[in-house]
């Protein structure tokens, strides 16, 4: 039986980014070049690409095109795993003037502004995740223009910069009456922060720390031993 055409068009995408031809946060053709490509329907290529999104390989972003989506991050020590589907809902958006903290962490010479952003991460309604980033305007000018009810800052961040470096700490910590607030927890519950800074071409792009409920998320790692006695993930 005869596979369809957009079958043949993911399995077309799908091989670029097994063989490692395609590579995180790179360009793939357009619905247009897919047209084009395979003398298709636009709507053909438009399944295929909504698809290998859906099913976490693509990263469309309105306006700039779609990407191979990040596999999901994982340190040499932990991962930190989502067990639901996620939407944004912005809790708050603005331009400030980065604190002498800030800074250090932007490795500024002198203090700037910076794009801030503070976003509700939910499933079914029920808060799983905090996330409160700081950009670089100079490395993302249109982040804050962005409409992350259709797309994630993370997702935004990787299609438009080519991410070279990260820095990950994770710690438990006990949330602020606002940050219990917002994810909805009592006043007892721990939380996990992940703090990440991301580089690219030698820049600091962007800072966050990213705050989940313990009972919401988990830690997960994973490691086989060698012969010499040794780990490995």
Known sequence: MTAPLYAKVKEHILGHIRSGAWTPGMRVPSENELVEHFSISRMTA???LRELTADGFLSRVPGVGTF????????SLIELRNIAEEIAHIE???TVEASPALAEEFEMKTP???FHLVIMHTENGVPVQLEDRHVNPFAAPKF???DFSTTTPTAYL????PVDELEHTVEAVMPTPEQQALLDISEHEPCLALHRRSWSKGHVVTVATLIYP????????RYKTSPSG???Q
């Open 46 to 48: 438009n399944r295929a």
């Open 68 to 75: 191979v989506k990040e596999p999901a991050a994982r340190s």
């Open 92 to 94: 708050r958006r603005e």
């Open 112 to 114: 700037s502004r910076l």
């Open 144 to 146: 804050n223009e962005q």
């Open 158 to 161: 990787l299609a438009v910069l």
């Open 214 to 221: 313990a009972s919401r998320y988990a830690l997960y790692s």
């Open 230 to 232: 040794t780990l490995s």
